[in-house]
């Protein structure tokens, strides 16, 4: 019984670590694009093609603190699908503003959904319910993404606004997480 119980909280404090450092990049990572995107140059693409990287670290690390629970399977699909984003992003950098929302619009729809299962399948360790609602908002901003980029006009500025809504998920959640393993 010892050892089932510490595995949970052993996997709470390490998801909590992982989440506030998700939170930090995502805040940090957000100011830069935002001053930079005003055009696609050097700066704002290896930034683009830097977030889902960073996705890919973590979910490499969040796989390696899970492997006692069942949401492994889908942080190695996310890692799979970030990757793919990086390589898409840095491909449709050449094509303009519209062909980055498009790819970074369905992989928030696609990571989104992952997130929301992997969310529902540890929601009995506690603070998951942010990173659920995080999921299923992805998913509706990764659609909103993509229909922005049919319009004129469309932005970087706004894949900004959408890091630091994900980092406050991942920072509510990392605070949940810390009380979740307190007890």
Same mark, same amino acid.
């Given at each position: ?22 939170f930090a990049f995502a805040v940090v990572w957000a100011g830069l694009l935002f001053a930079a995107?005003?055009?696609? #140059?050097?700066?704002? $693409? ?9 996705? /890919?670290?973590? *979910? !490499?690390?969040? @796989? =390696? ?19 793919l984003a990086a390589v898409g992003l840095a491909v449709a950098a050449s094509s303009g503003i519209? #062909?980055?929302?498009? $790819? ?9 959904? /992952?997130?929301? *299962? !992997?969310?529902? @399948? =540890? ?30 006009g469309a932005a970087l500025t706004t894949l900004a606004g959408y890091a630091v809504l994900g980092?406050?998920?991942?920072? /509510? ?11």
């Amino acid at each position: 019984m010892t050892t089932t119980a510490a595995q949970p909280t052993g996997v709470a404090l390490s998801l909590r670590r992982l989440y506030l450092a998700r939170f930090a990049f995502a805040v940090v990572w957000a100011g830069l694009l935002f001053a930079a995107a005003s055009a696609l #140059g050097p700066v704002s $693409v290896a930034l683009l093609v830097l977030y889902p990287v960073f996705d /890919v670290a973590a *979910a !490499v690390v969040d @796989a =390696r603190s899970a492997r006692t629970t069942k949401p492994v399977a889908g942080l190695y699909v996310n890692l799979v699908i970030s990757l793919l984003a990086a390589v898409g992003l840095a491909v449709a950098a050449s094509s303009g503003i519209p #062909g980055v929302l498009r $790819v970074w619009g369905v992989w928030a729809v696609v990571a989104g959904l /992952v997130q929301l *299962a !992997v969310g529902i @399948a =540890r929601r009995g360790m506690g603070g998951q319910w942010p990173m659920i609602l995080s999921g299923g908002i992805s998913v509706v901003a990764g659609t909103t993404f993509v229909i922005q980029s049919t319009k004129e006009g469309a932005a970087l500025t706004t894949l900004a606004g959408y890091a630091v809504l994900g980092g406050i998920f991942f920072l /509510v959640s990392a605070l949940r997480l810390g009380r979740a393993a307190k007890n």
